[in-house]
């Protein structure tokens, strides 16, 4: 071998050595694969864990299901938004933390079609069904065995995806709770179709949420729009109250474009209210209100976050003003009321009765603390120093 070339080898080998020893390589999530007896065949999904599933801190903390759709395709985008949407930073806290699920696909068209398309040659549509049941009946089981999920479930799915998962929502029975459909793909519900299924529809699907995006598909822009409206002007002519749903068109976005942005307004619209802005709250009250308002358009009880709670009262205990300090208490008492195993809330509810010179209660609560988290430096340490003091 030319010696030029051989140094240069080393040369090249060596610089890579020292960069493999500077890679540090990032994971959004991890595979796995489930046996399913009612598809008869092996599944793989892959999730992605919020930032604060590890966390020693909140290890009493479960977290709403989000399951994916065409996963391979969405991902890493949905992900990426639901972590930053979520985890607080910046004061961003628009929607839960939340477990996120993404289906690999085997036969998209066999799994996402709730009805048999009849086509001059044979095809194998018409198993959305079956592939409902496995969601249901075998993969969300195995996830709340292996994880710490909440009893509350989103199905996002866009094009056929879009259509199963409108199918799941007008189930009378089904595990999922919210819905967001993009660019459903209705080619097959005619008129006379959609008409059966709105027929067989039942207050249930009223208990849940569904969002609709629709895209702009040009020419044939105007047979798509209509069943989409269609279907949701239907659905809104039956709820007795008010309709828990959202129908948006993007005309700016076509049928490849619009999952994202219409992931991130879909989740949006279901969770409106949740990133409600601290200093926007004056009361306990308020708040427990705002909340309970929330928990009813989604029948389910979704709890102020903790980090939420525990800003505002912090905000108040810093007031000069003494009546607007007292009020901080009551934050922090709501905080352990909503999160019994949070030492974090017992803690600052401890700083708190400090801060206004109720060493007795501080010391109570920092004890409470130190109960949930014998590592607590900052409690062990206050009630030392409080009890010298007393």
């Not at 989103?154 to 709770?177: D, Q, R, V, W």
């Not at 659905?235 to 976005?253: I, Q, R, T, V, W």
């Not at 879909?266 to 009361?283: K, L």
């Not at 928990?295 to 009262?313: A, T």
Request: aromatic share 14%; with cysteine.
């Amino acid at each position: 071998m030319n010696k030029p070339i051989l140094t240069f080898l080393f040369v090249l080998f060596g610089i890579t050595q020292l960069f493999s020893q500077d890679i540090d390589p990032i994971t959004i999530g991890t595979k796995h694969k489930i046996h399913s007896t009612i598809l008869n065949e092996e599944r793989e999904y892959w999730i992605n864990l919020p930032e604060s599933y590890e966390d020693e801190g909140t290890s009493y903390k479960k977290y709403p299901l989000l399951i994916i759709l065409d996963g391979n395709l969405h991902f890493q985008s949905i992900t990426g938004a639901v972590n930053y949407m979520s985890s607080g930073y910046n004061g961003n806290l628009r929607i839960p933390e939340m477990i996120v699920v993404a289906i690999q696909n085997v036969n998209r068209r066999r799994d996402f079609t709730p009805d048999k398309i009849v086509t001059t040659r044979p095809n194998d549509s018409g198993g959305g069904e079956n592939f409902l049941s496995f969601m249901e009946n075998e993969l969300i089981p195995e996830l709340d065995q292996n994880y710490r999920t909440a009893p509350y479930r989103i199905l996002f799915g866009h094009s056929l995806g879009g259509l199963l998962a409108t199918h799941a929502y007008m189930k009378e029975n089904t595990k999922f709770n919210s819905f967001i459909a993009v660019d459903p793909s209705f080619g097959t519900w005619d008129d006379e179709t959609m008409d059966q299924k709105l027929d067989t529809l039942t207050e249930n699907s009223f208990d849940r949420y569904i969002y609709i995006a629709t895209a702009n598909w040009g020419k044939r822009n105007i047979r798509n729009r209509d069943r989409h409206v269609r279907l949701f002007e239907s659905l809104n002519s039956k709820c007795e109250g008010e309709f828990p749903a959202k129908l948006e068109y993007f005309e700016d976005e076509n049928h490849g474009s619009v999952p994202q942005i219409a992931f991130y307004n879909g989740i949006s619209a279901i969770f409106e209210g949740y990133g409600i802005y601290y200093r926007d709250i004056e009361s306990k009250d308020q708040l427990d209100e705002h909340f309970k308002a929330l928990s009813n358009r989604l029948s389910f009880d979704f709890y102020p976050p903790e980090q939420l709670v525990n800003r505002i009262g912090y905000t108040f205990l810093q007031s000069r003003n003494d009546v607007e300090k007292a009020k901080a208490v009551d934050f922090f008492i709501l905080n352990t009321e909503y999160y019994p195993n949070s030492y974090n809330a017992f803690d600052s509810l401890g700083e708190a009765y400090e801060m206004l010179g109720n060493f007795s209660k501080a010391i109570e609560n920092y004890q409470k603390s130190l109960a949930l988290n014998p590592d607590n430096e900052h409690a062990a340490n206050r009630i030392s120093n409080l009890k010298e003091n007393m």
